[in-house]
C-alpha cells in the first residue's frame, strides 16, 4: 500500500459545527503532516507529527486540533471555523529524517476539500 | 528564512516541445528538493525526489537537476504531451531539524493539441 487516504474528499460545515478530517496510511511512516492549501497558493505547513508526538505547530489557531491516535492515524478536528478556512487540507507522510530511512519522499494525499458557510 | 521561487508562474506550449521549469531558494542549506504536479483541485503527486549530494534525478520523460551551491534546480520535460497539463510544485526541505518542506508557488503548464 503507497497511499495517503482522505476522507472526508468533501466537506461543508457550519460555524458552530464541529467536524473533523482524517488520514491514514499504511507505509509505516513515522512522520505525519497537515497542509492548508488555498485556491492558487502553495500548500501551507500546519503540523507535523513525528513518532505520534507534535513536533512542530506553526502557529495554528486552536480551533484545528491535530491528533494522532497511532502510527497509522492522523485527524484533524475542527470546531468553531471562520469561512476564511474553507480550503483543501492536505495529508502527507514521510518517514522522519533522523530516522534515515528511505529517500524521505512526501507521500500526499488527495485532500479534504472544507467549505465553512 | 528560506524562500522558494518558481518562474515562469504559467508556461503555454504546443505538443511535443522540450520545456524547462526554474525553481530557485534563499538558502542553499537544504536537506533535499521535491517536485510535485498537482491537478485542479487534487491532490500533490510527487515527480522526483534529489537529496542535497546529488545532481539530477530522472524518471520517464522527466529530468530534475539541482546546483545546491547557487540555489537552483530545473525541471526538464521532453517531448510534452497535453496529459502534462497541471501546476508544478517545487519544495525544499531546510537542513534545520524540526522543519519540512517549502513550497515555491507553482508553475501552470497548458499543453495544447
Known amino acids: 500500500d503507497t497511499e495517503v487516504t482522505q476522507t472526508p474528499k468533501h466537506l461543508v460545515m457550519g460555524m458552530t459545527n464541529k467536524k473533523s478530517l482524517k488520514c491514514e496510511q499504511h507505509?509505516?511512516?513515522?512522520?505525519m503532516y497537515w497542509y492548508k492549501q488555498k485556491a492558487k497558493k502553495p500548500p501551507e505547513l500546519m503540523f507535523v507529527?513525528?513518532?505520534?508526538?507534535?513536533?512542530i505547530n506553526e502557529s495554528v489557531p486552536s480551533r484545528f486540533s491535530p491528533e494522532c491516535p497511532n502510527s497509522s492515524l492522523l485527524n484533524l478536528h475542527l470546531h468553531a471555523l471562520q469561512p476564511e478556512d474553507s480550503a483543501l487540507y492536505l495529508c502527507?507522510?514521510?518517514?522522519?529524517?533522523?530516522?534515515?530511512?528511505?529517500?524521505?519522499?512526501?507521500?500526499f494525499g488527495a485532500g479534504s476539500r472544507l467549505t465553512v458557510l | 528564512k528560506q524562500e522558494v521561487t518558481q518562474i515562469p508562474a504559467a508556461l503555454s506550449v504546443p505538443e511535443g516541445e522540450n520545456l524547462v521549469l526554474n525553481c530557485s531558494f534563499t538558502?542553499?542549506?537544504?536537506?533535499?528538493l521535491q517536485w510535485f504536479r498537482q491537478d485542479p483541485g487534487k491532490g500533490l503527486t510527487s515527480l522526483l525526489l534529489?537529496?542535497?549530494?546529488?545532481r539530477e534525478q530522472t524518471s520517464g520523460r522527466l529530468n530534475a537537476s539541482l546546483d545546491k551551491s547557487s540555489g537552483r534546480s530545473t525541471l526538464y520535460i521532453a517531448a510534452s504531451q497535453p496529459g502534462d497539463s497541471a501546476t508544478y510544485l517545487c519544495?525544499?526541505?531546510?537542513?534545520?531539524?524540526?522543519?519540512?518542506?517549502?513550497f515555491g508557488k507553482g508553475t501552470t503548464l497548458s499543453v495544447s493539441s
Open positions: 502527507a507522510s514521510s518517514h522522519p529524517r533522523r530516522g534515515g530511512l528511505g529517500a524521505n519522499v512526501l507521500t
Open positions: 507505509m509505516g511512516h513515522r512522520a
Open positions: 507529527y513525528s513518532y505520534e508526538k507534535l513536533s
Open positions: 538558502d542553499s542549506a537544504i536537506y533535499n
Open positions: 534529489i537529496q542535497s549530494s546529488q
Open positions: 519544495a525544499v526541505r531546510p537542513n534545520q531539524a524540526g522543519t519540512a518542506l517549502i
